[in-house]
């Protein structure tokens, strides 16, 4: 289980959307770290508005099947 909080900065209105990237993190491997994995997303501001929640999951293989 890992939890992670990022401040990105203080954005004002603008007609283009911003855009934000964040570091590339490595996934561990080997056996041990292979299954299915859940997330949550949130994009909060200081005020404690919720303006995104995004849940998602993905799987870790060895191998993956022919399409």
């Known amino acids: 289980v890992e939890n992670q909080k990022m401040m990105l900065g203080t954005f004002s209105p603008q007609a283009e959307p911003y ?6 993190e ?14 949550k997303l949130k994009f909060i501001d200081d005020d404690g508005k919720n303006y995104l929640e995004m849940s ?12």
């Open 19 to 24: 855009t934000y990237e964040g570091e590339e």
């Open 26 to 39: 490595t996934t561990p491997a080997g056996m041990f770290a292979r299954g299915s994995y859940s997330a």
């Open 56 to 67: 998602y999951y993905f799987e870790i293989r060895k191998d993956w099947p022919a399409v």
